[in-house]
């Protein structure tokens, strides 16, 4: 931004004692009273650099949202509770999510991206001195509770933001950057939580606050830099324009019920995996370092990020197919690797669901955007995360809770079996939707 400076037209003269003692000829203003020096404009960075530090503070607030993963075992030992309160835990986190998306989620195109993204870091950091300070039950559910209601709020407004400062960087250029970019942050930094989670659990002291203390100061840090960048949004015009509504073009909406049907089934397994995989690893696997425990997740929500970027190109038919081949088996192979406890047959099932799930998610975004009409696909793709993220929570909180009856084995077959006949359903209602006969 340019600062802003006194020219000779701001310059303003008063009058010398000589002055005074003379009657003035013909009337004359008083004098304004001298006006202090404005302050200097906070320096902005650039809009390219902004492009890469937002990028990085989306990828923090992900990936302390799946921090947690290979901590549930530690958090069982010290609370003292069960796999269904462990499932309950992630959920929260997703209903705060949910909320914040719908409630708060849009208010960055009314007052500012950095104005969004700011309170989304410190609510996060607020969500890690509860979790820290308070080592009980109601702490850890009010703890991922503020975390979803940051995660809501910063995924749609960092995605736009990053779309925002690539086009102010490079103008007139047209790029598939800003998205892939968008994807690896998120999906990258629900990666990394786990890993980095595991690090310190594995071999720094007291892991349960010493992972949320490493968070809290990267959020604080990000925060702090955020407040440098640049803003894209016209704040005064953005004020005067009335909120997006939700509308979908003619018959579209068998459509947008099978996108989000789709994207409920894909983020189902990512839930899964960030709820009860530490607790899996450690009761079926008999593995316990809290390492290998956020690797399993890191492979996962890495290989659904690496078939996007690599895949991203093809068409929707082709990727389609390859996530009905891929979801499916590596479901089949995370039951099997569990009846027959083998680590690395684990880690590969995993790859393969978490590839077949993000190539699935991506083709329900596109068919989502396809159905929305053009002025409210914003407020359409809003709805359509809503019931995603709820998809991360719900599936995870009925496989608890059907433990008690059955083996985890038998288990991982049927949720296995249910959502891969969702996804082919959901995908065959995509491509008889008048929506899809056209494209």
């Not at 937002?54 to 901590?71: E, I, R, V």
């Not at 490079?170 to 998120?186: D, E, F, I, L, Q």
């Not at 997740?297 to 690496?306: E, I, N, Y």
């Not at 969702?422 to 065959?428: F, G, K």
Request: glycine residues 10%; proline residues 7%.
């Amino acid at each position: 931004m340019s600062c802003a400076t006194l020219d000779d037209r701001d310059q303003v003269s008063f009058p010398t004692p000589d002055d005074r003692d003379q009657e003035p000829s013909m009337p004359v203003r008083s004098p304004a009273p001298p006006r202090e020096a404005p302050a200097a404009p906070r320096r902005r960075v650039s809009a390219a650099t902004g492009f890469w530090l937002a990028a990085a503070a989306f990828a923090a607030q992900m990936g302390f949202g799946t921090a947690p993963t290979p901590l549930w075992p530690l958090y069982q030992a010290r609370d003292g509770f069960g796999p269904t309160t462990v499932t309950v835990a992630f959920a929260i986190m997703v209903v705060g999510s949910a909320v914040s998306f719908l409630a708060i989620g849009h208010l960055s195109d009314r007052f500012g991206r950095r104005r969004a993204i700011v309170p989304a870091l410190l609510v996060a950091v607020l969500a890690a001195v509860v979790l820290t300070a308070w080592p009980a039950l109601p702490g850890l559910l009010l703890g991922r509770l503020l975390t979803g209601v940051a995660v809501g709020l910063m995924a749609s407004t960092a995605t736009a933001y990053l779309h925002e400062l690539y086009d102010r960087a490079h103008p007139g250029r047209t790029s598939a950057m800003p998205g892939v970019v968008a994807t690896a942050a998120n999906l990258g930094g629900l990666a990394l939580g786990p890993l980095i989670a595991g690090v310190v659990a594995e071999w720094g002291p007291t892991p349960l606050v010493t992972a949320q203390a490493v968070f809290a100061v990267t959020m604080t840090v990000m925060a702090i830099l955020v407040l440098f960048m640049p803003e894209t949004v016209d704040v005064a015009r953005r004020a005067r324009d009335r909120p997006a509504r939700f509308a979908l073009r003619t018959g579209g909406e068998a459509g947008f019920a099978a996108s989000a049907a789709l994207g409920f089934v894909s983020f189902a397994v990512f839930g899964l995996i960030s709820s009860l995989g530490a607790i899996m690893l450690r009761d079926q696997l008999g593995v316990t370092s809290p390492l290998v425990s956020g690797i399993a997740p890191f492979l996962m929500f890495g290989a659904a990020a690496t078939a996007q970027i690599l895949l991203g190109s093809q068409p929707q038919g082709r990727l389609s197919l390859l996530g009905l081949l891929s979801f499916p088996s590596g479901l089949a192979l995370v039951a099997l690797s569990l009846h027959r406890p083998v680590l690395w047959l684990y880690l590969v099932a995993l790859v393969m669901s978490g590839a077949g799930a993000g190539l699935l998610f991506k083709v329900a975004v596109g068919w989502a955007a396809a159905v929305a009409a053009p002025h409210s696909r914003a407020g359409v793709l809003a709805v359509f995360f809503v019931i995603s993220y709820v998809g991360m929570g719900l599936p995870a909180i009925l496989f608890s809770l059907a433990l008690r009856s059955f083996a985890p084995q038998v288990t991982m077959i049927g949720f296995g079996a249910v959502l891969s006949s969702a996804a082919v359903v959901a995908l065959l209602l995509t491509r008889l939707s008048p929506v899809g006969r056209r494209r």
